[in-house]
């Protein structure tokens, strides 16, 4: 069952920043929303998560809804390097992450 | 962050020959690691999960005699491919979680089966 719903693909200008979406509308109240990113033939990276509270780290910002259902990575001043697909992920406990289809963000000089 | 290797990042074998792969985490110790599987233009696909000193829990549809897993230390897992065949050609990503509760996992650079 898919548990979030995000973009097929994004576009974004090198330097700006890039926003991508996710619907988690389902989310329980123990479940953390991961953010991952798999840039090309490499393994998946961890970028960020939280709960409900909004996040920031040296990669990204995190920014949740207050009803919890949706939530978007901001990445502040995209670069050529962050091209990849970008996997959003609600996850609680000792739950196995799986993944969905992801949104392939596209950073165009 | 917390680093996993996986070895090798390539192999090419013929077909019926087995590949074992190996999945380690060098900083921290993983009681439960996971193994997926990705297709070209494909998201991942969680094939098992690997328990240290248990037997490993497969998804549904993964054949537990094709995919033997090991997990034999706190910090190394490995993925035995048996008897395979080209349609076993694909990337095949490991990640580990330090055990407590509601935090990141950290994925292994991926390795590329090709079967010939």
């Known amino acids: 069952d898919a548990k979030t719903t995000q973009p097929t693909s994004m576009d974004c200008a090198e330097g700006r920043a890039a926003n ?8 329980s109240g123990n479940e ?15 970028i960020i998560h939280g709960l ?12 949740i809804t207050e009803d919890r259902k949706s ?10 390097r962050d091209t990849a697909v970008y996997y959003c992920i609600v996850s609680g406990g000792y739950q ?11 950073v165009i000089p | 962050g917390a680093v996993v290797s996986q070895h090798p990042s390539w192999v ?13 985490s060098l900083d921290f110790q ?18 098992a999960t690997s328990n240290e000193g248990s037997k490993a829990t497969y998804e549904q549809g993964v054949e537990k005699d094709k995919f033997l897993i090991n997990h034999a230390s706190l910090t190394l897992s490995t993925l035995t491919v048996t008897s395979a065949h080209p349609e076993d050609s694909s990337f095949y990503i490991c990640s580990a979680e330090e055990g407590a509760m509601n ?4 994925f292994g650079q991926g390795t590329r089966l090709t079967v010939v």
């Open chain 1, 52 to 63: 409900k509270n909004n996040e920031t780290n040296e990669m990204a910002s995190l920014i």
């Open chain 1, 71 to 80: 939530s978007t990575l901001i990445l502040p001043h995209a670069t050529l």
């Open chain 2, 103 to 106: 935090t990141e996992a950290f």
């Open chain 2, 12 to 24: 090419i074998c013929k077909s019926g020959t087995s590949v074992k792969i190996e999945c380690r």
């Open chain 2, 30 to 47: 993983a009681t439960t690691m996971f193994w997926y599987r990705q297709f070209p233009k494909q998201s991942l696909m969680l094939m």
């Open chain 1, 96 to 106: 196995k992450v799986t993944f969905g289809t992801g949104t392939k963000l596209q």
């Open chain 1, 20 to 27: 991508l979406p996710c619907n988690h509308s389902t989310i």
């Open chain 1, 32 to 46: 953390y929303v991961y953010w991952y990113r798999q840039i090309h033939s490499q393994g998946p990276q961890y």
